[in-house]
């Protein structure tokens, strides 16, 4: 039948791996930062949007909420429009250089062993994602803490349960500490039965759950996203999808900033 594609045409994507990229408007197979088609950061997974792989189970859940669906359209819309037909081919060759010198830029800042994230504003961006990382995953606290050198340092938060702005979270041992480790989503069920959770702490602020997530960029932390609950067993599968794209969303927050900082000054071509 005519306008059906033959198998050898069709390609098929892992969903876990599968991405959208808001600039070029292709999806393809990809897990880096950058869209493997134009270099645009502004990506989105198509796995954590869907609430997580999809294997073995019946539905999927797609994340919706109203200020959610603002942050995800904030971030397309820091990518800039494409150039009109008529520009010549040389403006889109300076403007594809400068967005790879932006990279390079932002690449050099986050791969210093010295990081201190604590200078650079991120507000209202961080307090509003933490707000929502609260409301998405029915958390009674949320935490958003940033490098400041050795130290991982909460610089927003949100709920009752959240530790409070300027603590310093422990990177050298516990949950934390292994979750800045092995870059991984990290699930505590109940604060009471698990040794790898500061147990007086927990108790000190009321928690029985935690879900943390690395901020990830390349294979640097740059910190944690948690949220926290005083009911165990509060946080699933899902939650770890969804506390994952507010992680993604952070991190593409904390570059866009860094490459438009005052700092970035690129040499002319």
């Not at 999927?60 to 008529?86: G, K, M, Q, Y």
Request: some cysteine.
């Amino acid at each position: 039948m005519s306008g059906w594609n033959t198998p050898a045409e069709v390609s098929f994507l892992s969903l876990q791996t599968a991405v959208f990229c808001a600039q070029c408007e292709l999806i393809s197979q990809n897990n880096t930062r950058f869209c493997l088609a134009c270099g645009s950061q502004a990506l989105l997974s198509l796995s954590r949007l869907l609430g997580g792989a999809l294997r073995g189970q019946t539905t999927a859940r797609v994340v919706a909420d109203a200020e959610l669906d603002h942050l995800v359209r904030e971030l397309i819309n820091t990518v800039p429009s494409e150039l009109s037909p008529s520009e010549s081919r040389s403006s889109r060759v300076q403007s594809s250089r400068r967005a790879h010198q932006e990279r390079e830029v932002v690449n050099s800042l986050l791969a210093k062993t010295d990081l201190d994230l604590g200078e650079v504003d991120l507000e209202p961006t961080i307090s509003l994602i933490a707000e929502r990382a609260q409301s998405l995953t029915g958390a009674t606290g949320a935490a958003l803490a940033l490098r400041r050198g050795s130290e991982i340092v909460c610089r927003a938060r949100a709920g009752r349960t959240a530790p409070d702005l300027g603590v310093r979270l422990q990177t050298d041992s516990g949950l934390s500490a292994e979750c800045v480790r092995t870059g991984e989503v990290l699930l505590c069920g109940d604060a009471e039965n698990n040794p790898c959770v500061d147990r007086g702490t927990c108790r000190r602020l009321g928690v029985r759950s935690i879900l943390v997530a690395p901020l990830r960029y390349f294979r640097r932390t740059l910190g944690l996203f948690e949220v926290l609950s005083s009911a165990p067993f509060a946080f699933d599968h899902q939650d770890a999808a969804s506390l994952q794209l507010l992680a993604g969303m952070t991190v593409a927050a904390i570059s866009r900033r860094l490459s438009h900082s005052d700092g970035y000054r690129p040499k002319a071509s």
